[in-house]
C-alpha cells in the first residue's frame, strides 16, 4: 500500500473555505476518510467514502463534502462555513480491502495514514 499524502491545510477566518487533497500515487484504494484531531482530544472521524457510499459526522454535515477523482487517485475534503471548534489536525485514511463491513467513520477501520495537515480558523 501507499501511504496517502494530504496537502491544503492553512489558516482561515470563520466563515471561511479551504479543501483539502489527499493524494494516493496511483493506488485505488477501497474506502477513503478524513478524520481530525484537536490538541487533548481524540482523533475523529469527519467524513467518509467507499464507492457511492459517503457518511459525514453530524458536526460537518451540510458543511463539509467529499468526492474523489478515481483518475488523479485523489481524495478531497471541501470545507465550507468553516468554524473554530474545526480546528484540528486533519488526516487523510485509506484501507485497501475488506471482507466485512467496517464502519467508515471508525479509525480502526483504515490500515493507511498520511502524516496529517493543519486547519486553523480564527473567530
Known amino acids: 500500500q501507499v501511504q496517502p499524502v494530504e496537502s491544503g491545510g492553512g489558516s482561515v477566518q470563520a466563515g471561511g473555505s479551504l479543501r483539502l487533497s489527499c493524494a494516493a500515487s496511483?493506488?485505488?484504494?477501497?474506502?477513503m476518510a478524513w478524520f481530525r484531531q484537536a490538541p487533548g482530544k481524540e482523533r475523529e472521524g469527519v467524513a467518509a467514502l467507499r464507492g457511492r457510499i459517503d457518511d459525514y459526522a453530524d458536526s460537518v454535515k451540510g458543511r463539509f463534502t467529499i468526492s474523489q477523482d478515481n483518475a488523479k487517485n485523489t481524495l478531497y475534503l471541501q470545507m465550507n462555513s468553516l468554524k473554530p471548534e474545526d480546528t484540528a489536525m486533519y488526516y487523510c485514511a485509506a484501507r485497501g480491502g475488506s471482507r466485512y463491513p467496517l464502519d467508515l467513520l471508525d479509525p480502526t477501520s483504515y490500515n493507511a495514514w498520511g502524516q496529517g495537515t493543519q486547519v486553523t480558523v480564527s473567530s
Open positions: 496511483g493506488y485505488t484504494y477501497y474506502m
